[in-house]
């Protein structure tokens, strides 16, 4: 299993701001999940290879996702933090782009090791 890795976790204030990073590059599908305790797996973001994106009704408007090819980066900008944005966020690749619009976690077959991220209010 490919291991990634992510980076830029930590603990603010609500309302405040983090941006995560992740070093990957040549995949069909990328993104972003979170998963809080005793909660399942949430789909965050995803950034397709064609440059298109689709987020989360719950954090629409807050969050950014977004690729730098050169420096074979995903980013994930956050802004405007609430509590209920607590959670371990992995970064996650898939081969295919088609998980993008149709996958779950399940379909996405490289992860990182995760960030917390503890939004305190």
């Known amino acids: 299993q490919v291991q990634l890795a992510e980076s830029g976790g930590g603990s603010v204030q609500a309302g405040g701001s983090l941006r995560l990073s992740c070093a990957v590059a040549?995949?069909?599908?990328m993104g972003w999940f979170r998963q809080a305790p005793g909660k399942e797996r949430e789909r965050v973001a995803t950034f397709r290879k064609d440059g298109s994106t689709i987020y989360a009704d719950s954090v629409k408007g807050r969050f950014t996702i977004s690729q730098d090819n050169a420096k074979k980066t995903l980013y994930l900008q956050m802004n405007s933090l609430k509590p209920e944005d607590t959670a371990m966020y992995y970064c996650a690749a898939s081969t295919h782009a088609s998980p993008c619009l149709y996958g779950t976690s399940r379909n996405f077959a490289y992860w990182g090791q995760g960030t917390q991220v503890t939004v305190s209010s």
């Open positions: 040549g995949y069909g599908c």
